[in-house]
């Protein structure tokens, strides 16, 4: 299932004939625990071929941290998914937030008066998409909530 169809499954009324939102939010957190384990594969290539770049290799080993760590979007994922598993709606909107803000410090960069990293990698590709993807848990743990 693409993006483009969760998105009109969640928005699209009687779109989700035959997938409830429960169904259809755990899908879509495998599709991210999925897309997460991938860019970290990206990003361990990226610092192994980023050689003398001491820029670069500060830059994806900070990425692999906030993405890849315990403490970063892998873990957050794991804690989306826990929450979504016991219909904490609240708790799924919190982990889920956080693997977007960990994300973005990889991106963007923590501090706001630093530019980001210049990345002509396809790290800033594979991170908007997974943005993207957590979009739609937060949008359907929404609908969650009001049930």
């Not at 990003?43 to 192994?48: D, E, G, H, M, Q």
């Not at 003398?52 to 990425?63: G, L, M, T």
């Amino acid at each position: 299932m693409s993006l483009k169809s969760i998105i009109c499954l969640v928005e699209e009324p009687g779109g989700a004939k035959g997938a409830d939102l429960v169904s259809l939010g755990n899908y879509t957190i495998e599709v991210v625990f999925g897309n997460i384990t991938n860019t970290i594969k990206l990003i361990k290539s990226l610092i192994a071929h980023s050689g003398n770049d001491p820029k670069a290799q500060s830059h994806y080993k900070e990425c692999l941290a906030l993405i890849g760590g315990e403490s970063g979007s892998f873990g957050d994922i794991i804690d989306t998914q826990k929450h979504f598993e016991v219909r904490d709606y609240y708790g799924v909107s919190t982990s889920a937030s956080s693997v977007i803000a960990n994300i973005e410090y990889c991106i963007s960069g923590e501090d706001p008066e630093d530019p980001p990293y210049p990345d002509k990698s396809n790290l800033p590709r594979y991170a908007r998409f997974i943005e993207q993807v957590v979009d739609i848990i937060l949008v359907i743990s929404n609908f969650l909530k009001q049930e």
